[in-house]
Each structure stands twice: as C-alpha cells, then as structure tokens.
C-alpha cells in the first residue's frame, strides 16, 4: 500500500504571518521575480503556497533581515536554483552584504559614542563645570563629522 504525501498549502495572509513579511511584500516579491510565480488556486485564482513556497519565502525573509537589496535577494534567490554551480557568486554576494553590515556595525557605534558624548556633555552642564563641557562639545563635534561620512 502507497501512501500518499499531501502538501499541506497556505493563504497568503497565512505565508504573510508564517514569513513575518506584509502580504503586500509577498506579491511584490513575486511581480518583480525575487521568489518563484506562486500557483493559483483553480476556482479563486488566490495565491497557493506550499510548502516550497514557504521555505524559499523563509530564507527570502532572512536576507531582507539582513538588509539585503532587492536586486541582491534576486540574483541570490537565481543562483540558489543553481546548485554548486553558483557557490563563487554565491560567497561573493554574502561577503559583500557581509561587509555592508560590517560597516553599518561600525556607524551604529559611532551613534551610540555621539550619543555617550552629549549625555557626559549634558551632565557638566548641569554640575556647572564648564570646562569639561568644552572638552566634551569639541570630542562630540569631531565625532559628528565622522558620523556625516557615508558608509561603505
């Protein structure tokens, strides 16, 4: 006796909320080719999911976590279809988002010292010592020059 494996399929406001991505996104996703067409259903011609959908959708979903653009999610999503054959562009993609976050780490840091800065300036402020209040405006001004750099 055979038995038969049923695929269990979804709604989009159910791939919506198993994803973490707006409905909005899901349809976007598949208009522009970042995820794969989406079968229809036969009578409502609504959006059928299964779970192949999903999986793509859930690692689809990790990479817009990253901040990955769009354009980026395509071609990785293309490769991926691709096997072995993609490995090199694959690396080379991911290091390169590797090395955009990298960069935003490093901005996030310097924030977070800009905001130290005004919070210690504040302080000699309101304990009246002037002196250190100087000292701490020009570090926070350099500071906020470095924050004006693009990053990488």
Do not use: F
């Not at 994803?19 to 996104?25: E, I, R, W």
């Amino acid at each position: 006796m055979t038995r038969g494996t049923t695929q269990r399929s979804y709604t989009i406001k159910e791939a919506a909320v198993l994803t973490g991505l707006p409905a909005s996104t899901l349809r976007y996703y598949e208009s522009i080719g970042v995820i794969s067409p989406i079968s229809r259903g036969a009578s409502s011609k609504h959006r059928v999911y299964d779970e192949d959908d999903l999986d793509e959708l859930m690692w689809v979903a990790c990479l817009a976590a990253t901040g990955m653009s769009v354009s980026d999610m395509r071609t990785y999503v293309a490769n991926g279809r691709l096997g072995p054959d993609a490995a090199a562009d694959q690396i080379e993609l991911l290091s390169n988002q590797a090395e955009r976050l990298a960069a935003e780490a490093e901005h996030l840091v310097l924030r977070q010292r800009y905001v130290a800065l005004k919070v210690d300036y504040w302080h000699a402020v309101r304990a009246g010592d002037a002196e250190r209040a100087e000292l701490l405006s020009g570090e926070a001004r350099k500071l906020a020059d470095a924050l004006k750099r693009p990053t990488r």
